[in-house]
């Protein structure tokens, strides 16, 4: 069993900031990649960044230059910096995780439960 518990969504005014932060807990060898998608009302969920295990970023084009994502890997966490935010950053956050799972090492993917960021203009 796995849980992922984010945290640090809210509201904030355009061109504030804000830190989201995810933290993985249970059963597990170790953890791949680390991730952020978004998804705003009535679109599909995207992906806004990631981090691979060896600290490889790669950003939507969207929030280049302006968010940045990081790890803990003894913490198991995963954060999003987010800075000079837009309306159009106003969406739910998720994280995802892959995990690797004992005994054969499989590789699975875990989401956060989400979390709200509202940006008013």
């Known amino acids: 069993q796995v849980q992922l518990v984010e945290s640090g969504g809210g509201l904030v005014q355009a061109g504030g900031s804000l830190r989201l932060s995810c933290t993985a807990s249970?059963?597990?060898?170790?953890?791949?990649?680390m991730g952020w998608y978004r998804q705003a009302p009535g679109k599909q969920r995207d992906l806004v960044a990631v981090?691979?295990?060896?600290?490889?970023?790669n950003y939507a084009d969207s929030v280049k230059g302006r968010f940045t994502i990081s790890r803990d890997n003894a913490r198991n966490t995963v954060y999003l910096q987010m800075n000079s935010l837009k309306s159009e950053d106003t969406a739910v956050y998720y994280c995802?995780?892959?995990?690797?799972?004992?005994?054969?090492?499989?590789?699975?993917?875990?989401w956060g439960q989400g979390t709200q960021v509202t940006v008013s203009s």
């Open positions: 981090i691979r295990s060896g600290g490889t970023t």
């Open positions: 995802n995780i892959v995990v690797i799972l004992p005994p054969w090492s499989r590789a699975t993917p875990y």
């Open positions: 249970g059963s597990f060898s170790s953890i791949n990649d």
